[in-house]
């Protein structure tokens, strides 16, 4: 194929170029100034082109002299001399008219390039080509610097999380609010004891890749760990394989953790489908038919939330829902008992484990609200004192660091 | 039998006998198609011919390459019959619920099954460790310059530990793909959210306390921004884990609670709609391709 | 003062109304007038200010699941870019979404049959890749796209044959209910290379966009409403579609829609009046 | 040795794919990693499809309440699984006919393709539209005005659910410009505005520092839910 599409582009190449000559006397003016710069913050797979339009390309007459541009290309052999036109040249790209640069993404790294431009007109007619003067190789860089300004704000964010943790650590107290929905897990599990039925737990309809079902599975250690503890048993079913996988890996250390770990049975965590709504259809079905006294939704959760939460109310069991996905959100807030929002379901497991390096995370996590609190009234300022002056003034200047440089990095 | 049986019973006969005498009457859920021949030659030259079948409407069926089809049709009142038991469940669990979905979780696992085989193992895969191999039967049309890719071999490794559970010992090795998933959604979704969810928000709530437009001062504009502002600021302290809801940031989180409970109402109806919608969209077929009830589309006319 | 019934209504009472209340206006046909409002004439007028021959791009990224809210949608932009002779670029980026095309596509052979396939519209098909398709697509269409639905390559297709990339186009409609879809359009195609654009969303995708309107997006319609509102749009400039009853969709299941909006208003009003008058015994968590 | 190495594994992995966010040669693992997931993913269907085989065979076996429904749903289960690997019914590509394997396995007219368009796609569909008889059910038994949040929810959902049909129109329609932006369309994109898109994008913040938060704690070691007890 390689060779074969060699020799076609060859070809085409060739022909474009005879185009070229014989279309001379009808083409535009040609572009001139063409410079080729690696494209920077890349591995190395790009060049930038730029070149000074053709002097036939003007905005406002019509009909148009240019159509486009087309970008020429030939890699140089190592070692031969390169010749400034030929055949070799292929079209590798387009400009549209009254655009000054391209940037050209298919490069190899270490290779050298011979660029061309050449204006085109409407009918066909091609200019003579403005020519790169010297060869122009992409080079790697190690680091993507348009990105530092995000790196410097994950890292304080994560530092302050780190700080949080360390000072938990060092045993100083920490309040936290209440979250009733939090408090109502005990209460919940205990009650399904009581009633000698089953606590089931819902950890959404997505795979171990998406952090809701991570998340999910981080709070059923601790559901499973009480339940352990007050001798109740717990159902998980799951729509992913994987996620089935992992909850088992989750339930069996949870278990020997509350000391019980005989008591833990891996049929408790099985796989129905990942049909979504097959998976809702079996997890009702089985709702209605075994009567679980407490029913924990905890994960992603598409359409069959409302599903879900209004079987649970008709069979009467306490309902505890946490997810991060908002458009459910307001459902579960309709059809169950306790709802968790975003954050607080995140916050979840930190809050029933109680260890302080854990609940450190949360401090770290308002430390990281009050820092977007600041940067949006900072911003909000800034823009608001930049209409003030004719052109803004440093406020304006300001304003666009911030928003193109710090918070449009990344 | 108890009485909700007999109640089942005489609703599943009536409906079965109501059924009938329609069928038999119209002719209903009937499907028509046009068989199309579908001409082919191989690279080699060779010739091949097979029927295509594309969807006809009734009120063509006069036309000498329309005809009756079976499977289609009985497609149809599989459909019909399977959305009934699905609607089913809304009077409470039943058998008819119960055989729904085991049909569905059977055939909707199986097709996850059949899926995953020939959209992801068969060209991520296969194709991708022996690409000849490939070419020969499943994807003729890969490039034929594809080379085999060894890194393909490290999600090779890691499905083998996965199913290594089934071995009768060592099935501690499954946990390593977990914990490498895991890790890379960790580190994977850390920077992504950040950047979409954090950076990119921040930027889009920055806005000018006094809007002047040309050179004059907009009030609603203004206010409008300052709704903005305040609202955000406000839902924001209502997640503050670390100061109790009390006092002025009792009043902001109050105000912040306000503010995502009409965020939530208004997600409520929209949704709504788009539920209501679908339950449109399921009658419809029910009352016009199954029952032929209506026939809003014309499909039927002069029959 | 409330009925003992009515506190503890069996809730299959209420599954009866909404039934009703979705099926009746059905059978029997109830619609009820729509007055196009600005946001959807700013989407229909995108449309319809392009010259004839201009190239859209018709990206259907939606499934049956999504499809009595959205085909309204889908059918009413088909019929409105036949009717100014555009040239239609027809593709998904959904596994389940070829079939959605092909309705857009029947809408085309039985209403305009002169339209021909390969001059006046293509079907490009189902690209597996999710977003990074739309990203190439942008800078050379031909990395992903070798070949059209029907396996015919596009170096024999007149309408693709010239075409370098999707910058190329004069508009892009995207009609999508999550993702990839209208936001990942926007992201990758719409905003970096400062296209035109106009999109077709669910209801509960909507608020997800409107923050891109109007810079990012020209107009969007959300939900079954607006596919209603557009297709009285096309009707008031197209009269003769007045009498092409697929036309109206939209408009149709506006009634059902209206209906079941009432029964839900009133079930809210009703449920707090029995809670409030009945001594707030009811069942309410 | 059981515990300590999918902990390292974990570690490194999260590390190295912040890493590679910042170093451009880096930038495409990510695209790599989830391919690779999408794999691994597949290959687990072994592992659930095994397990349902399994628990339907102890149900019919021990012959459980409900057996005959175990029975569907194992023939359900094995049918599709054979008609769909064995692409029962599928026509060679029109530009490659003389390779009957390589059709589209969905494609309209096989056997798979029936039953994803009369089996699973109208269940699929019915459930989604069954949540109207639940939304409905949750609209009269839990939307209760109580207090002033749920009365801001429920009042919004009523402005909206009018706003956005000709109800909207027929009840606030008559309202003079002057107080224009009463009416029931208007209202529904002011709360748009300036609640709804704002109140996401809090909700959204906060999301994003728990998703930092909480990938951070797998990355330390505090959160490990992928490791089982010692006694495997």
Not at chain 2, 256 to 268: H, K, N, Q, R, W
Request: proline share 5%.
């Amino acid at each position: 194929m390689s060779s074969a599409n060699g020799v076609c582009r060859t070809l085409l190449g060739a022909a474009v170029w005879l185009a070229g000559a014989v279309a001379l006397a009808a083409g535009p003016a040609p572009p001139a100034e063409l410079h080729v710069v690696d494209h920077p913050n890349d591995a190395g797979t790009a060049l930038d082109l730029r070149w000074q339009l053709s002097p036939d390309d003007q905005p406002d007459v019509t009909p148009r002299k240019v159509l486009r541009y087309d970008i020429l290309r030939q890699a140089a052999a190592p070692g031969a001399p390169v010749p400034a036109n030929g055949p070799a040249f292929q079209v590798i790209g387009e400009a549209t008219y009254g655009a000054a640069k391209f940037t050209d993404p298919n490069c190899v790294r270490g290779t050298a390039y011979w660029y061309q431009v050449v204006a085109v007109a409407p009918g066909g007619g091609r200019s003579l080509a403005a020519a790169s003067t010297a060869p122009a190789v992409p080079v790697m860089q190690l680091f993507d610097a348009t990105r530092l300004w995000f790196g410097l704000l994950l890292g304080v964010v994560c530092l302050l999380i780190l700080a949080c943790i360390a000072r938990a650590r060092s045993g100083r107290p920490m309040h936290m609010r209440r979250i009733a929905g939090l408090e109502a897990v005990d209460e919940a599990v205990g009650r399904a004891t009581e009633m000698g039925r089953t606590c089931l737990f819902v950890p959404g309809v997505q795979d171990i890749n998406d952090m809701m079902t991570v998340a999910g599975l981080t709070v059923l250690a601790r559901v499973a760990q009480t339940a352990a503890e007050y001798d109740s048993r717990v159902e998980v079913p799951t729509s992913r394989s994987l996620v089935m996988t992992a909850a088992r890996e989750t339930m069996q250390a949870a278990y020997a953790a509350a000391g019980r770990p005989e008591a833990y049975r891996e049929d408790s965590v099985y796989y129905l489908t990942d049909e979504q709504f097959g998976y809702a259809a079996g997890v009702t079905g089985q709702m209605v038919r075994e009567r679980p006294a407490a029913c924990f939704y905890f994960g992603a959760f598409y359409a069959e939330s409302l599903y879900l939460a209004e079987t649970g109310n008709l069979i009467g069991a306490i309902q505890i829902a946490g997810t991060a996905e908002s458009s459910q959100l307001p459902f579960f807030v309709a059809a169950c008992d306790y709802t968790l929002i975003g954050e607080e379901f995140f916050a979840a497991s930190a809050y029933l484990s109680g260890e302080p390096q854990q609940l450190g995370t949360l401090l770290g996590q308002d430390l990281g609200k009050l820092l977007g609190a600041a940067l949006i009234v900072a911003g909000s300022v800034l823009a608001t004192l930049g209409q003030l002056g004719p052109d803004g003034g440093s406020a304006a200047a300001g304003l666009r660091y911030l928003m193109n440089s710090i918070l449009g990095s990344g | 039998m108890n009485r909700n049986t007999v109640v089942w019973v005489v609703v599943f006969g009536l409906g079965a006998a109501g059924l009938a005498w329609r069928a038999a009457g119209t002719g209903m859920g009937s499907q028509y198609v046009r068989a199309i021949e579908v001409h082919a030659a191989s690279k080699t030259g060779q010739q091949f011919t097979w029927t295509r079948y594309d969807d006809a409407f009734p009120k063509d069926r006069g036309q000498p390459d329309v005809a009756l089809s079976t499977p289609r049709t009985l497609g149809v009142w599989v459909a019909a019959l399977m959305t009934l038991g699905a609607f089913s469940f809304l009077f409470g669990d039943n058998p008819l619920f119960k055989l729904t979905q085991a049909i569905v979780i059977g055939t909707s696992a199986g097709f996850a099954v059949c899926v995953g085989f020939w959209s992801t193992v068969v060209p991520m895969l296969m194709g991708r460790l022996h690409p000849e191999f490939v070419r020969s039967w499943a994807a003729p049309g890969m490039p034929p310059d594809q080379q085999t890719e060894w890194i393909a071999l490290v999600p090779l490794a890691l499905c083998l530990m996965l199913l290594w559970r089934l071995a009768p010992w060592g099935g501690w090795i499954s946990r390593w793909p977990l914990a490498f998933f895991i890790g890379l959604t960790a580190g994977l979704r850390l920077v992504t959210f950040f950047k979409a969810d954090f950076v990119d928000q921040v930027a889009n709530t920055i806005l000018p306390l006094a809007v002047m437009a040309d050179g004059r001062f907009d009030p609603w504009a203004t206010l409008k921004n300052l709704a903005v502002l305040a609202a955000v600021l406000a839902t924001l302290a209502y997640f503050l884990f670390s100061v109790e809801h009390a006092g002025a940031m009792g009043r902001a989180a109050r105000l912040g609670i306000c503010v995502l409970m009409i965020t939530f109402g208004a997600s409520f109806s929209l949704t709504v709609m788009g539920r209501i919608s679908m339950l449109a969209a399921r009658l419809q077929f029910l009352f016009d391709d199954w029952l032929w009830l209506i026939d809003p589309l014309n499909r039927r006319t002069g029959l | 003062m409330i009925p003992g019934w009515l506190k503890n209504l069996d809730r299959r009472w209420i599954f009866l109304l909404m039934f009703l209340a979705v099926s009746l206006p059905q059978l029997f046909g109830v619609s009820f007038p729509e007055r196009p409002s600005r946001k959807v004439l700013d989407v229909f007028d995108a449309i319809d200010g392009l010259a004839e021959g201009s190239r859209v791009l018709m990206a259907f990224d939606f499934d049956p699941a999504s499809e009595g809210e959205l085909s309204p949608m889908a059918s009413a932009f088909t019929r409105h870019c036949c009717e100014k002779k555009l040239k239609l670029y027809f593709m998904t980026l959904w596994e389940r979404g070829p079939p959605m095309v092909q309705k857009a596509l029947d809408i085309i052979a039985s209403e305009h049959p002169s339209m021909t396939y390969g001059t006046d519209f293509v079907n490009l098909g189902f690209k597996p890749g999710l977003e990074g398709v739309i990203r190439n697509a942008f800078s050379n269409l031909h990395v992903d796209f070798k070949t059209d639905q029907a396996g015919n390559s596009l170096h024999d297709i007149a309408l693709t044959r010239e075409l370098k990339s999707l910058r190329e186009m004069d508009l892009l409609i995207c009609i999508g209910s999550g993702s990839p879809g209208p936001k990942e359009w926007v992201q990758y195609g719409a905003a970096p290379n400062a296209m035109r654009m106009v999109a077709g969303v669910t209801g509960v995708q909507a608020p997800q966009l409107l923050p891109y309107v109007p810079r990012q997006l020209v107009g969007l319609l959300a939900a079954i409403k607006s596919a209603a509102e557009y297709e009285q749009a096309l009707i008031d400039r197209y009269p003769q579609l007045a009498r092409v009853d697929q036309a109206k969709e939209g408009l149709r299941r506006m009634g059902p829609q209206l209906v079941a909006h009432v029964l839900m208003v009133l079930l809210i009003v009703s449920g707090n009046l029995v809670y409030f008058l009945g001594g707030q015994s009811g069942d309410a968590p | 040795m059981q515990r300590a190495a999918p902990l390292m594994i974990a570690v490194t992995t999260g590390f190295v794919m912040i890493l590679a966010y910042f170093v451009p040669a880096m930038n495409d693992w990510g695209d790599m990693a989830t391919n690779w997931f999408n794999i691994l993913a597949a290959a687990a269907l072994v592992l659930g499809g095994g397990n349902l085989l399994k628990m339907n065979l102890q149900q019919i076996a021990a012959r459980s309440a409900g057996w005959g429904y175990a029975a569907v749903m194992l023939v359900s289960f094995l049918a599709t699984v054979g008609l769909g690997l064995a692409k029962v019914g599928v026509h060679p590509p029109v530009n490659f006919p003389d390779a009957p394997w390589a059709g589209d396995y969905i494609q309209e007219g096989s056997a798979l393709g029936w039953i994803y368009e009369y089996l699973i796609n109208p269940v699929t569909a019915t459930m989604f539209s069954m949540l109207a008889f639940f939304v409905a059910s949750a609209a009269f038994r839990a939307f209760r005005a109580k207090n002033l949040e749920a009365g801001l929810l429920l009042g919004t959902a009523v402005i909206v659910l009018l706003g956005r049909t000709y109800a909207g129109v027929f009840l606030t329609g008559w309202l003079p410009e002057s107080l224009g932006w009463l009416r029931f369309n208007r209202l529904t994109e002011l709360i748009m505005d300036v609640c709804t898109t704002p109140g996401t994008r809090a909700i959204t913040i906060g999301i994003a520092l728990g998703v930092v938060a909480s990938s951070l704690k797998i990355l330390l070691g505090m959160d490990r839910p992928y490791l089982g007890s010692d006694e495997a």
